[in-house]
């Protein structure tokens, strides 16, 4: 087992009765692009929240090389969180935006100024730093958002739907530039998406998921070519 392999072991969430995740077992190697792909409400979202530390688990466990991590909070886990919103602060630069966890968290000075420029110029975003997240365009400010899930140089990065809300050429830039870092800096990256194509062109492998169980798991070629149920068959045909 590697360093940062993750391993879900019978992992369940539950809100009241309606059961989301059910008894889910599933391992992402270090350094593996998954995309988790499903229609809405298919649980793609409560899996990525609870790898990430903002939603607990009803039952099982989650472990990363080997160490349990499912009762850390989030910032004791050293995964990147990107969102399909950004969620940046409007009134506060590009750079401040990106160095703000880092002052959450106690980083000396110096130090945050170097971070933020080396985060900045991974996603080619030196020279808007001094700007306000409004006079970016969607697909700059989604950088940005990169930026700051990148700051602290993390091993792992959670993606959810994070190019949902671009258009369609900004979005296919994007995908390029996110698999070009996958790569670059040996990321793990878990994807969580509901568009078909976008999994099949991005991931080293997907996980299809339906009503909170893996109905199939495998390279994208193996989706596509071997779909092993109807359900699978039926969601991937709905790009073609
Ligand atoms: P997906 O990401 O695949 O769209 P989600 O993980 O967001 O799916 O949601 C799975 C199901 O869990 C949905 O039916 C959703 O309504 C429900 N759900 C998610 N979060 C909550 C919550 N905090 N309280 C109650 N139900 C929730």
């Given at each position: 087992m590697s360093q940062s392999d993750i391993r879900f072991e019978k992992v369940s969430k539950a809100y009241g009765t309606l059961r989301v995740v059910d008894d889910l077992d599933l391992n992402i190697a270090q350094g593996e692009f998954l995309s988790l792909l499903g229609p809405s409400g298919s649980g793609k979202t409560t899996i990525l929240m609870m790898l990430a530390g903002f939603e607990a688990p009803s039952g099982g466990t989650i472990s990363v090389g080997g160490r349990r991590v499912d009762h850390l909070p989030p910032h004791k886990r050293n995964m990147g969180v990107v969102f399909?919103?950004?969620?940046?602060?409007?009134?506060?630069?590009v750079a401040a935006n990106v160095a703000f966890p880092l002052e959450m968290r106690g980083v000396a000075r110096s130090e945050i100024e170097e971070k933020v420029t080396r985060a900045l110029d991974m996603v080619q975003l030196g020279a808007m730093?001094?700007?306000?997240?409004?006079?970016?365009s969607g697909g700059q400010q989604q950088r940005v958002a990169l930026a700051r899930a990148l700051v602290f140089e993390p091993s792992v990065v959670l993606m959810d739907e994070p190019l949902g809300a671009l258009d369609k050429q900004l979005r296919e830039q994007m995908q390029l530039d996110i698999r070009a870092l996958h790569k670059r800096l040996g990321l793990t990256i878990v994807f969580v998406t509901h568009d078909q194509s976008e999994a099949l062109t991005m991931s080293d492998r997907i996980a299809v998921f339906n009503r909170g169980k893996i109905e199939q798991i495998g390279s994208p070629r193996e989706i596509y070519d071997q779909p092993r149920s109807r359900f699978v068959a039926q969601f991937i045909g709905e790009t073609n």
């Open positions: 399909q919103n950004y969620a940046l602060f409007p009134h506060m630069s730093k001094d700007r306000r997240p409004v006079q970016l």
